[in-house]
C-alpha cells in the first residue's frame, strides 16, 4: 500500500527534488520511517525525541494530524499526506 506524500522544497533535497514521493505504512509514523528509509535524513528533519517537530506541520487529507491521533493516525493509500513547514515572523 503506497501513500503519496507531498514534500516542500526544503525538504526535496533528500527527495532528489520530487515534489511527491510515495512510502508505505498503516499510520503516519510508519510512513515516516519508510521515507526516512527510501530517503535518508528526512526522519530526522521531520521528528525529535517529543515527536513531530515543533515547526512541522503534516496534514492528512487536509486534516491537521495534530488534531486527529498525531503519529498513530491511520493512513489508507487512497489518503494525501503534505507535508508544510511552519511559517513565523513579524
Not at 4 to 10: A, L, S
Not at 37 to 53: K, Q, T
Not at 54 to 74: P, Q, S
Not at 80 to 86: D, N, R, S, Y
Request: aromatic share 6%.
Amino acid at each position: 500500500m503506497a501513500t503519496e506524500v507531498r514534500v516542500p522544497t526544503i525538504l526535496r533535497e533528500f527527495t532528489g527534488g520530487e515534489k511527491a514521493v510515495t512510502a508505505e505504512g498503516p499510520t503516519l509514523q510508519a510512513i515516516i520511517a519508510n521515507l526516512d528509509a527510501n530517503y535518508p535524513g528526512i526522519g530526522g528533519r521531520l521528528l525529535d525525541s517529543s515527536g513531530l517537530r515543533r515547526f512541522v506541520n503534516v496534514y492528512l487529507n487536509d486534516e491537521d494530524v495534530r488534531f486527529l491521533d498525531g503519529l498513530d493516525t491511520a493512513v489508507t493509500e487512497r489518503d494525501a499526506i503534505t507535508i508544510l513547514p511552519a511559517v513565523a515572523g513579524g
